[in-house]
């Protein structure tokens, strides 16, 4: 793949097309890059300039993509199998940092994304990654969650959502209900993915808001449970689901922190 800065490049996995975009320095051999993993609504635009202020304070090239079904990726058959973030993790993410030419990364995830990102770091055993931060990740559904999500489903089918999420997917059908129908099935319930924070061997950090309304404190224990590496938390308040975006003044600079530890041997 050609890394051009701030540019949409398309690559193929697994016979799809796949939509990406790179800002700051390309890849090399001795400098990492960040691997951006989106929401489960989000796409490469919908990450806003996040990923040009992150490039911009930590020096590194920064990789977003949009999954199948979302943004300008091509379509995804519906309906998504319940295990379908572990399914990116173990059978899209390898070869997304293969064709990126990733030789070392920090794996960044918001919500779905960060719950792939702690997959992939869990049983993939890929020394490539480096670090892991988490944005509002889920380890095991909540009826808090899902109370969340059936909310927005009526939003999405009874005002103007719909057409707001049009202007960042291509088939905002399959983007959204891809993602809300798997999380509303009552088999959804028993989705836990907290066995693979054990196998993480890499620092990681969390950010939570305290009143995320999509997951409470208690994914945040499950992962001081169930890590074995140095784990940073970063709670905090008012910032909502999307921490990222509601309070980049506290989380931009706790991330661009996080990376320069590890990449000072210092955590």
């Known amino acids: 793949m050609i890394w051009n800065s701030s540019e949409e490049v398309t690559i193929r996995v697994r016979g799809a097309s796949l939509e990406g975009r790179c ?5 090399s051999k001795e400098v990492p890059i960040i691997i951006l993993l989106h929401e489960g609504l989000g796409s490469v635009g ?8 992150l490039a911009e304070l ?16 091509d379509p995804v058959p519906l309906p998504r199998p319940l295990n379908y973030m572990a399914d990116e993790a173990v059978r899209v993410l390898p070869e997304i940092l293969d064709q990126v030419g990733c030789s070392s990364c920090f794996l960044l995830g918001h919500s779905d994304g960060a719950s792939i990102a702690a997959l992939y770091a869990g049983r993939m055993a890929d020394d490539r990654v480096i670090g892991v931060g988490l944005l509002a990740p889920h380890f095991f559904a909540e009826p808090e969650s899902i109370d969340a999500i059936a909310k927005v489903k009526t939003a999405f089918e009874e005002t103007d959502l719909r057409q707001k999420l049009a202007r960042h ?18 088999a959804f319930m028993n989705w836990n993915i907290e066995d693979a924070l054990e196998g993480i061997k890499v620092p990681v950090l969390v950010i939570q808001d305290k009143q995320d309304e999509y997951g409470t404190l208690k994914q945040i224990k499950a992962l001081e449970v169930g890590l074995k590496s140095p784990l940073v938390k970063v709670i905090v308040e008012n910032c909502g689901h999307s921490p990222h975006q509601e309070c980049p003044e506290i989380t931009l600079p706790a991330i661009s922190d996080f990376f320069d530890q590890i990449l000072k041997n210092s955590i």
């Open 23 to 27: 800002f700051g320095p390309s890849p």
């Open 46 to 53: 919908l990450w806003r300039d996040f990923p040009e202020k």
């Open 58 to 73: 930590t020096g590194l090239g920064v990789f977003a993509y949009s999954r199948l079904g979302y943004g300008n990726s």
């Open 169 to 186: 997917h291509l088939d905002v059908e399959g983007a959204f209900y891809g993602w809300n129908r798997a999380w509303l099935d009552p």
